[in-house]
């Protein structure tokens, strides 16, 4: 997705924001997936498309409060909520004040302005990485739906907590036994999603292939495990230095804006995966696969 495209999607929530429109909605005007379109909005922005469109509304709905004699409870049905009390909860916990004190002359309220992209040169920093193409792929995993809204939320600890799950209750350890020792690596794949869905599926797995033990693979499908096939495609891999998940954050957020509008790569919607290796090179945390595409191609 293209800085062009997020600009595009910003002004088609100005122009609708007393419409009933979430991400969804905008995605599908900017022709994305809602998968990817939240991915790269909110790492690029800092925020969701739901939360833009939230804080924009309550700014102008103090405007109008101070500037008229609208009721509250105009103002909250006009501004998309289902209830006074709920508008006032939510104008209460961005303004700070309620909206009647809002009228008083002298409330403090806070503006938030329409986003403007725009390409700002900075200082010069390197980032590694290489273009790869794999073949089609099968992962035998652990596999869980997740709401969209969860990604880029520095407060949501969905995945990492389906992580700790599966370890304490011994489910990945004996999915690493079929590999063979020093090629037992773990794989965090994201599901692509199609138009209008919400959710996606994160699994947590192994590879499939001339080094795994595949005589059991059955009792392992018949315990809940799935089987995972991705496409063929072409991939940016990063890799992710850290004590923790934030370094893959932070590479998420630096391909958005930084190796997407220089490249000209996009991602595409397909499986994209952290590799997290048995041995992997000193304070490395995991290696970040990107399917991607030349934009335009």
């Known amino acids: 997705m293209s800085l062009h495209l997020i600009q595009q999607a910003i002004c088609y929530m100005e122009e609708h924001l007393f419409e009933d429109i979430g991400y969804a ?19 690029v922005t800092g925020m969701t498309a739901n939360e833009y469109i939230r804080k924009r509304r309550l700014t102008l709905a103090a405007q109008e409060l101070q500037s008229t004699d609208i009721s509250v409870i105009d103002a909250a049905c006009k501004y998309g909520y289902e209830s006074p009390e709920s508008f006032s909860k939510a ?5 700070g004040s309620t909206p009647r ?32 193409h794999q073949k089609s792929q099968q992962f035998l995993t652990l596999t869980k739906s997740f709401p ?17 799950e599966c370890w304490k209750k011994n489910l990945i350890d004996p ?5 063979k020792e020093g090629k037992r690596d773990l794989y965090g794949l994201c599901s692509p999603t199609k138009d209008g869905e919400t959710r996606f599926d994160y699994g947590i797995g192994i590879l499939l292939d001339e080094n795994t033990d595949i005589s059991k ?15 063929a ?16 954050g932070e590479t998420w957020s630096r391909f958005f804006k930084e190796f997407s509008p220089q490249t000209g790569y996009v991602q595409t919607d397909d499986s994209d995966y952290e590799i997290y290796f048995e041995k992997g090179a000193p304070g490395l945390f995991c290696e970040l696969w990107v399917p991607v595409e030349k934009k335009g191609s």
């Open 25 to 43: 909605e905008v995605a599908k005007s900017v022709h994305m997936s809602c998968y990817n379109f939240h991915r790269t909005f909110s790492f």
């Open 101 to 132: 004190q809002a009228r008083q002359k002298g409330a403090r309220l806070h503006l938030f302005n329409p986003l403007v992209i725009k390409i700002i040169m900075e200082g010069g920093s390197i980032m590694d990485y290489r273009m790869e």
């Open 148 to 164: 969209i809204e969860i990604i880029n939320d520095d407060n949501d600890h969905s995945i990492p907590d389906f992580w700790d």
């Open 217 to 231: 693979l059955e009792q392992f499908t018949d315990n809940g495990y799935s089987l995972w096939k991705t496409n």
């Open 175 to 179: 999915m690493k036994q079929l590999r």
């Open 233 to 248: 495609a072409d991939y940016a891999v990063f890799q992710c230095f850290g004590p923790d998940g934030d370094c893959l």
């Open 91 to 95: 104008f209460s916990r961005f303004h």
